[in-house]
């Protein structure tokens, strides 16, 4: 089934239905309200005042017939092309579903879904339709992660043994530590350790072509560095608190192996305030994404290079300057970064205008691979609770 839009996907602007009205909803819609390539068009609630009032902070962008109280009358509206799910985290999976059966191209904010089961809902639903569908994880997306990736896959950094960070706010989102900050931290790995395999291929390949000077193996390795590389976990070790009414967790401690020399280090918590940042190293160096305040959406790096005597060089790296100062924009934003949300939205276009059905830079094996190893760090940071409670 084709999209149900009449929109020339190849060079107009894609037109945006918004499903929510919460902050993210109104920073997304704020990040995109500035770029040529992105329509913000629509808006869809549960209540239709506070489908106004959020139609009411752009104004210029989202007219009143494009303004609706239900979540029916904006899939049913034929005019947009794609709905990006901002509804609140157990909503994801219906809403994404919803939209997807109405002809829509979606985006999902992140976490995709709730379950591995219901993330392949999504995916099958897609599928079958032949329409686009994205998780939200603007990280994957954002200049300066791109670049860390980038320097991974050329081998700067040599061969990499470990990816630290961590994530940590005390305020109290009701999603829980897991799905609102480690979500970015279990991504992390899958990025940059599939860049890694990426060196490897290209090591590998540069060596056969010095030993066997054969050409036949060109379009193999063409071929595998196109397709997308799904790190697969051999070893997920969590630990854990859970809040009180035991709904959602309020700290996570998390390493993830992948080979025997590759691991992924986190620790995302609600309870305080965190340094923030992010540290991805390798043989011959490492690359911090700065904090102050968030590494995973940040404006600087800093990559190390370690020479065959141990000494150091480092050099910093600024990607501000394409940008549009805070005060272009209509709006405040709530969340820091929030800027940057642009880029997903324009990864979306780019994918659909070319006629793809998913991106791969973020695939859908992707997003599936994290919440596979986020439902094993939710049932080790609850079996704790549940060995307690057999003993009753």
């Known amino acids: 089934m084709a999209a149900a839009s009449t929109a020339n996907e190849k060079s107009a602007p894609l037109r945006w239905g918004i499903l929510g009205t919460g902050k993210i909803a109104e920073d997304f819609a704020n990040a995109v309200s500035l770029c040529s390539e992105v329509k913000l068009h629509a808006i869809g ?14 104004p210029s962008h989202i007219s009143p017939e494009h303004t609706h109280g239900s979540i029916e009358a904006l899939l049913a509206d034929a005019t947009v092309d794609v709905i990006y799910v901002a509804t609140p985290d157990a ?8 939209a997807l059966r109405a002809g829509k191209h979606v985006m999902v904010e992140k976490p995709f879904a ?23 994880l603007w990280t994957r997306f954002v200049p300066s992660v791109q670049r860390a990736l980038a320097l991974v896959s050329s081998g700067a950094l040599g061969p990499v043994h470990l990816v630290q960070s961590d994530f940590a706010c005390a305020y109290p989102i ?36 010095a030993t066997a000077a054969s050409s036949e193996a060109t379009p193999v390795v063409a071929a595998e560095l196109a397709a997308p590389i799904v790190p ?36 995302a918590s ?58 272009a924009f209509p709006r405040p934003f709530h969340l820091a970064c929030s800027q940057r949300l642009v880029h997903e939205a324009l990864e979306l276009t780019r994918c659909v205008r070319a006629g ?12 599936q691979q994290v919440m596979a190893l986020m439902e094993q760090v939710r ?14």
């Not at 350790?193 to 590998?204: F, P, S, T």
């Not at 793809?356 to 997003?367: G, Y």
């Open 45 to 58: 609630s549960r209540s239709a005042a506070s489908a106004a009032a959020f139609a009411a902070l752009f």
């Open 91 to 98: 909503l994801h999976a219906p809403h994404a579903l919803m």
């Open 114 to 136: 709730d379950s591995p089961a219901a993330a392949d809902a999504i995916v099958k639903e897609a599928r079958d339709r032949g329409l686009f569908v994205m998780e939200a």
């Open 174 to 209: 009701p999603a829980g530590a897991l799905n609102a900050l480690g979500v970015y931290s279990l991504a992390l790995g899958q990025m940059v350790y599939e860049a890694d395999a990426r060196r490897a291929i290209k090591e590998r390949a540069a060596g056969d072509a």
């Open 232 to 267: 697969v976990a051999r070893s997920v070790r969590a630990l854990g608190s859970l809040r009180p009414d035991s709904l959602s967790d309020s700290q996570v401690g998390v390493t993830v192996q992948y080979a025997p020399d590759q691991l992924n280090v986190f620790s």
């Open 270 to 327: 609600l309870l305080c305030n965190g340094a923030n940042d992010a540290t991805i190293t390798g043989a011959r160096g490492r690359i911090r994404l700065h904090g102050n305040p968030l590494w995973h959406a940040t404006d600087r790096l800093t990559v190390t290079r370690v020479g065959d005597d141990g000494s150091e060089s480092s050099v910093e790296e600024s990607f501000t300057d394409a940008e549009q100062p805070l005060s």
């Open 356 to 367: 793809k059905r998913e991106t791969s830079l973020w695939s859908l094996a992707h997003t």
């Open 379 to 392: 049932q080790q940071i609850r079996a704790p609770e549940v060995d307690e409670a057999s003993k009753h």
